[in-house]
């Protein structure tokens, strides 16, 4: 197109101005005046020459529009592709690895799937000894456990699987339903899943500060352990949880007696909760009737961690428990860097033995504190009252220095009311390295003391256990 062709619709009217314009002036210096008849020939003749110059400026306006259009305006077909594309994409999965591996979900998030383990690599070493066998040093690979997790809109599940101490055993086994109850959100679960019981006890040893639970979440149980298999509603207030279960025993049952069966209940409460500070108060308690000749009725303690199996709290032996009441206190504070918990608990066991009817106690207490130098803070879950995953402002994996937490921890057991029950303490410093938000490296260095009636190392005894661990756990 020739732009030069084209003409202001203002340079226009002054070129026919001029030319109206013209007409007197030529006649002026024409030798003879033009008559009437000639006079309106000529103004017909400007007016159809007027109509035209309009005509070809409204074609001219037309093309440049035109070409404007189709110069900024997709054609239809690829406005019908590109709309194609978008709501394909809409459609398609998708895919996430904030917590360390990939969380598969629909488009519209309910649907869900994630495998998840973990991986705990110890080595051990324990001097000091009056019992020479105590004083033994090796590694073990902890635990290796995998297992997957998913969700279909309300409906949740988790399957895992652990191999530790040489044999594999089922863990988490459960499904959630998702609903509302007195109008707050809660959640209830069928199968086989982590009790809900105090602070250590009721979180993932891949989230408590110390390699193992305290001695009030290892031994403040029932019979069945630490998962049971049965149905367990959970509330959830704004900050506050409880809870309320009925489970028999675990999965690895054999079958072949009848379980024995427990009734538990936990409630949190955060009467402070913010950015600055978080206090944590909270209470359990549990009652179980005892199926006949059940084992594992008692627990010893592992006083100086998993590895080394001899030095050990012993409980001694109690035969005919038919119950037990148990319960139990948790407080704790979070404050910037630094965090700080206690939990208390006691079991009051119930049976007959040759000697008649017995009503016995044992109990068990523990304190601990932490300070995170820098790279991260304190990792607490408010929902459920329990640990949480430290989040690491500068991993290691990414060339930062990770984080680093110093720890301490004072923990007793105390079985002496039981015939032939032993008592102990232990005292705990370490420190431990978050690689990420997955892996860590721990260091403790661990000071005990037994004073056992029964089993092996009779009497007073005292030594130091030295404990590191590799971690990683998605």
């Given amino acids: 197109m020739n732009t030069h062709t084209v003409l202001p619709r203002a340079a226009l009217s002054v070129a026919l101005g001029l030319l109206l314009a013209s007409g007197p002036a030529g006649a002026q210096s024409a030798p003879a005046p033009l008559s009437p008849a000639e006079l309106s020939a000529l103004v017909q003749q400007q007016a159809l020459q007027i109509q035209k110059l309009e005509a070809r400026l409204r074609a001219v306006e037309g093309a440049q529009s035109g070409v404007i259009a189709a110069a900024v305006a997709p ?20 895919v996430s690895w904030s917590k360390g591996a990939p969380q598969f979900s629909s488009a519209d998030g309910n649907v869900a799937f994630r495998p998840r383990g973990r991986l705990f690599v110890d080595a051990s070493s324990t001097d000091g000894s009056s019992v020479a066998d105590r004083n033994i040093s090796g ?42 109850l007195f109008g707050l959100p809660a959640d209830l679960t069928v199968g086989n899943r982590l009790n809900d019981r105090g602070i250590d006890g009721s979180s993932s040893t891949s989230n408590t500060p110390f390699p193992d639970r305290n001695v009030v979440g290892t031994l ?95 409980p001694g032996t109690l035969a005919g428990a038919k119950r037990s009441n148990a319960y139990g206190l948790e407080a704790a504070g979070f404050f910037g860097p630094a965090w700080a918990t206690g939990e208390w608990g006691t079991r009051k066991l119930r ?27 304190p990792a607490y879950s ?26 301490a921890r004072y923990e007793e057991v105390d079985y002496g009311e039981l015939p032939t029950g032993g ?52």
């Fill in 382 to 407: 408010g929902k459920a009252g329990t640990w949480g995953k430290v989040k690491v402002a500068d991993p290691v994996t990414q060339g930062g220095a990770g984080a680093w937490e110093l720890k």
């Fill in 75 to 94: 054609s239809p077909a690829l406005e019908t592709r590109v709309a194609a594309l978008e709501s394909s994409q809409s459609k398609a999965p998708k």
């Fill in 423 to 474: 008592t102990g303490h232990a005292w705990t410093i370490g420190t431990n390295w978050y690689l990420n938000d997955y892996s860590r490296v721990m260091f403790e260095a661990i000071r005990w003391q037994t004073y056992n009636r029964s089993g092996s190392g009779q009497g007073r005894d005292e030594g130091t256990t030295v404990n590191t661990r590799l971690q990683v756990a998605f």
């Fill in 139 to 180: 590694t073990e690979i902890r635990s290796v456990r995998l297992g997957a997790e998913g969700r279909y809109g309300i409906l949740g599940w988790a399957v895992e699987g652990d191999f530790a101490d040489n044999a594999v055993a089922w863990k988490s086994v459960y499904a959630t339903v998702d609903h509302h």
């Fill in 351 to 377: 049976g007959v033995d040759a000697g008649g009817r017995y009503n016995l106690d044992h109990q068990a207490w523990a304190v601990s504190a932490g300070w995170f130098l820098a790279g991260a803070v």
């Fill in 220 to 314: 403040m149980l029932p019979q069945r352990g630490l998962f049971g298999v049965g149905l367990t509603e959970r509330v959830y207030g704004k900050s506050w949880h409880a809870s309320l279960s009925v489970a028999g025993n675990d999965l690895n049952n054999a079958g072949t007696d009848n379980d024995s069966l427990t009734w538990a209940t936990r409630v949190h409460w955060n009467p402070v909760a913010s950015k600055a500070a978080t206090v944590h108060l909270g209470a359990w308690a549990f009652h179980e009737e005892i199926a006949a000749g059940a084992s594992g009725v008692l627990r010893s303690s592992a006083i100086a961690g998993h590895f080394n199996d001899l030095v050990r709290i012993a």
